[in-house]
């Protein structure tokens, strides 16, 4: 672009150069032109959460879907600062991959068009309605289980965090590792705490609440934020973080 600019001035002169380039709009980087040394990827199956603050605990200001794009402004304490349009913040390093890596992934996503960056903040998940598998029949009593067990590991926690969990105990099932019925994977010893302190049976008891029913038939129907991971625990650590959990 700058050499265009430089051909345009010595052809047409300075006078009707800033003429041509007042009336004509600005154009932005094409594919070609795109600058990847200070870009970096969200290297997660869902999104990545931009947060105000390089802690785990500050307020979420926007989402970085898997493989979308954002400008690294720095680093502190194990978090990378970014930005993407109106949306700055900062992302955990190890939910990131950078330059030609992040290039090479955007691409795998996205293919070959417009740059995507950061999104924010939406009260319906949008991104994440991927269907891990294909939808199974259920019945009445395992929903409810499902919906019991989710409410007691992830009652507080966001529609994705619900997801999450349910999605664990679906790979499960799945798994090769781990037993292949619903309940046989909930009452597996030293698995799910509720499901031996009783949590889970005075939950089933009541009945789950409405948000965890929704998740719960979700869940069945295919929906999955978490890819094929078979773990989670409370707080933050090395796998994708989703409200106040990790699943690895």
């Avoid at 009445?140 to 349910?166: F, H, Q, R």
Wanted: proline share 3%; aromatic share 6%; charged share 20%.
């Amino acid at each position: 672009m700058k050499q265009k600019i430089k051909k345009l001035l010595t052809c047409v002169g300075a006078v009707g150069a800033l003429t041509m380039m007042l009336s004509v709009p600005v154009l932005a980087d094409t594919k070609e032109d795109y600058d990847w040394s200070d870009k970096a990827a969200a290297d997660v199956n869902t999104y990545a959460n931009i947060r105000s603050g390089a802690d785990i605990n500050t307020e979420r200001v926007g989402m970085l879907p898997a493989g979308a794009v954002v400008t690294v402004e720095g680093e502190e304490n194990g978090w990378f600062q970014v930005s993407s349009g109106e949306i700055s913040g900062y992302i955990r390093e190890d939910l990131l991959v950078h330059a030609e890596e992040a290039k090479a992934l955007f691409e795998s996503v996205h293919g070959e068009g417009e740059i995507v960056g950061a999104q924010p903040l939406n009260t319906e998940p949008q991104v994440h309605q991927q269907a891990a598998s294909a939808p199974v029949s259920v019945s009445d009593s395992d929903l409810a289980l499902m919906a019991a067990i989710i409410e007691c590991e992830a009652g507080g926690e966001s529609y994705e965090g619900k997801i999450g969990v349910g999605a664990v105990i679906m790979n499960r099932i799945r798994s090769n590792k781990f037993p292949n019925t619903l309940s046989e994977v909930i009452y597996q010893s030293g698995q799910f705490t509720p499901a031996a302190t009783g949590k889970l049976a005075s939950v089933l008891s009541r009945g789950a609440s409405q948000a965890c029913y929704d998740a719960a038939r979700d869940v069945f129907a295919g929906a999955n934020t978490i890819g094929d991971r078979l773990f989670f625990h409370a707080g933050s650590g090395n796998g994708l973080t989703i409200g106040n959990q990790t699943f690895y």
